[in-house]
């Protein structure tokens, strides 16, 4: 499975991005994904899950109730809505796939990532 994001972008404090990530083959049903983010000097943290259906999805608390995860399995695509964005969301983000379909917090279940797409907001 290959990854690519897309939909990065400099964003002014409380505006909003939409992410995607399009993924390669023809399987992307039967995978957990989800969406991480490493900012300036941190490290990798995870923002938010979907199951392979997209029934179920799963959050970061510092970024519940303003962004949002979903799917697309007849595109091969998952998104990332990110409203009210804040300074200390300026990170790359990635999203990653688990063959598991694992959709949890734990980057090590995750088998394929993306190259990543850089998002900054400013104050």
């Known amino acids: 499975v290959q990854l690519v994001e897309s939909g990065g972008g400099l964003v002014q404090a409380g505006g909003s991005l939409r992410l995607s990530c399009a993924a390669s083959?023809?399987?992307?049903?039967?995978?957990?994904m989800g969406w991480f983010r490493q900012g300036p000097g941190k490290e990798r943290e995870f923002v938010a899950g979907?199951?392979?259906?997209?029934?179920?999805?799963y959050y970061a608390d510092s970024v519940k109730g303003r962004f949002t995860i979903s799917r697309a399995n007849a595109k091969n695509t998952v998104y990332l809505q990110m409203n009210s964005l804040k300074p200390e969301d300026t990170a790359a983000y990635y999203c990653?796939?688990?063959?598991?379909?694992?959709?949890?917090?734990?980057?090590?279940?995750?088998?394929?990532w993306g190259q990543g797409t850089l998002v900054t907001v400013s104050s």
């Open positions: 083959g023809r399987t992307f049903s039967r995978y957990g």
């Open positions: 990653a796939a688990s063959s598991t379909l694992y959709s949890g917090r734990d980057p090590a279940q995750y088998d394929y």
């Open positions: 979907i199951s392979s259906s997209g029934g179920s999805t």
